[in-house]
């Protein structure tokens, strides 16, 4: 890796090698803590030290850490940061145990440092589970693999590439791993899924509530493929049905400190808008000084994302009426379990893999590509002129709903009722296991939830 003092963190590299989009991988910088002082472990062997100086020390079997600037004191010894710390058994901190090696840098914290392959052992029996189908393990851990490769791109300044808790995926170490959960990140090893040359950007959550979110109404971004999409077959979930309640005041609170505005006592809350799917995208507030409007996502998070579990509010715990389809909306080939059409170039693979995800067919006609392979290159010159046509309605332009109902007031109390839990954008981990029970391949349940993207191989 070179001299510690020229440290930087890297976790891949792109290398675009014509069609291929090949991939070179690094390992993942975890952020464990950003703690000043902590303690490690080891559960053979000893600890040994490596500074930024090249100097090496023996720690014995634990050693209590703290960090001052660009220095790290052990033992009454002071040494020059980075430090790595490694030996031959596996690694301890905060009662886990972890594979790779400890790094303390004075921007990052405590950072566990391992393959990515090994980072992902620790992540899928966190995330989901061993009990779950295989195949919805696959795509978990190909929806996992492109995630923290995604985020890396961007988390430079950092210091780091991701932490371990759901802030962005969950991670716990080599003490969660299970024979079944490895064996699901071994049998995808180097798989990403890509839109395009790029790495798609694979946000996935705990239950849609039956109909995934678009990315534009959470967090306001605009990305073709994180559209939402209904739930392919039915299932429940712990969190199928939820209610919670929360404080005139502590809601007040939360408008004053999203907004900046003190509307005074809440009288009502109304959900303005919902999407085809009757998830919250807009929410007002109506108190005695006046009211705000804001987006219901933003509201979620200020006020508690672990008890408001999903904007997918239903009123007076009724439900919203959420049309299912019994057919994947991303482009599925019959054959193989693949997502690649076949009979199609490179460029009009990629080409018909974008019209879909922007919508320029209709469920019939993907329906009636996925069953006559031979009209795939028909249909590539259709979508061609209808994405020259602005006067065709684009089906992926999603309807908004002035809804318009009140959240259930009781006393001095507002009570909402709910399904799913998460964001709601991207991979629905509890959809993809219904979809894996009932025969759907792990591509087939990202072609669904990522419509227009593509499965690659990485090195």
């Known amino acids: 890796m070179g001299s510690y003092k020229r440290f930087t963190i890297i976790l891949f590299t792109l290398i675009l090698i014509s069609h291929s989009d090949i991939l070179e991988a690094r390992d993942v910088y975890v952020k464990l803590s950003g703690a000043s002082k902590f303690t490690i472990g080891i559960t053979e062997g000893t600890l040994v030290m490596t500074d930024s100086e090249g100097r090496v020390g023996n720690l014995g079997t634990s050693a209590s850490i703290s960090v001052s600037g660009s220095y790290a004191n052990i033992s ?45 052992c620790g992540v899928l029996p966190a995330e989901v589970g061993a009990s779950w189908h295989m195949e919805a393990l696959r795509a978990q851990a190909i929806s996992a693999r492109t995630y923290v490769l995604k985020q890396s791109m961007n988390r430079a300044e950092k210091g780091y590439d991701v932490v371990d808790t759901d802030a962005d995926q969950v991670y716990k170490g080599a003490g969660v791993e299970t024979a079944k959960t490895n064996q699901a990140v071994s049998s995808t090893a180097g798989e ?40 392919v077959v039915s299932y429940k979930s712990p969190v199928s049905v939820w209610n919670a309640k929360f404080s005139n005041s502590r809601i007040q609170s939360v408008v004053k400190k999203v907004t900046g505005a003190n509307i005074g006592t809440i009288r009502e809350i ?91 067919f209709t469920t019939t006609e993907l329906i009636d590509m996925m069953t006559n392979q031979a009209k795939q290159k028909d249909y590539y010159q259709i979508g061609l002129g209808r994405r020259g046509n602005k006067n065709i309605p684009i089906q992926n332009q999603r309807p908004r709903n002035k809804y318009g109902y009140s959240i259930e007031r009781s006393g001095n109390d507002f009570v909402f009722y709910g399904r799913g839990w998460g964001h709601g954008v991207g991979l629905c981990q509890y959809g993809a296991m219904a979809m894996a029970d009932k025969g759907y391949k792990a591509e087939d349940i990202l072609a669904h939830y990522y419509p227009g993207t593509i499965v690659r191989r990485i090195k």
Request: hydrophobic share 35%; proline share 4%; aromatic share 10%.
């Open 76 to 120: 009454g010894n002071s040494f020059m940061l980075p430090i790595r710390i490694t030996g031959t058994g596996f690694l301890k901190f905060n009662g886990r145990t972890y594979r790779g090696a400890f790094i303390i840098t004075s921007k990052g914290g405590l950072l566990n440092v391992l393959n990515i392959e090994n980072y992902l």
């Open 192 to 231: 990403v899924l890509t839109y395009g040359n790029e790495l798609a950007m694979t946000y996935f959550h705990s239950d849609s509530g039956g109909h995934t979110a678009d990315i534009s109404d959470v967090w306001g971004q605009s990305i073709p493929y994180l559209t939402g999409v209904p739930e």
């Open 270 to 360: 109304q959900v303005s808008e919902v999407d085809e799917g009757g998830r919250a995208i807009r929410m007002t507030f109506i108190g005695s000084n006046g009211s705000k409007t804001m987006r219901a996502s933003q509201f979620r998070v200020a006020l508690d994302p672990k008890t408001l579990k999903s904007t997918m509010f239903t009123p007076s715990g009724g439900s919203f009426n959420v049309k299912n389809t019994s057919t994947p909306s991303g482009l599925v080939a019959a054959q193989n379990g693949s997502n690649r059409p076949s009979g199609l170039s490179f460029e009009e693979e990629q080409g018909i893999a974008k019209m879909t995800a922007e919508g320029l």
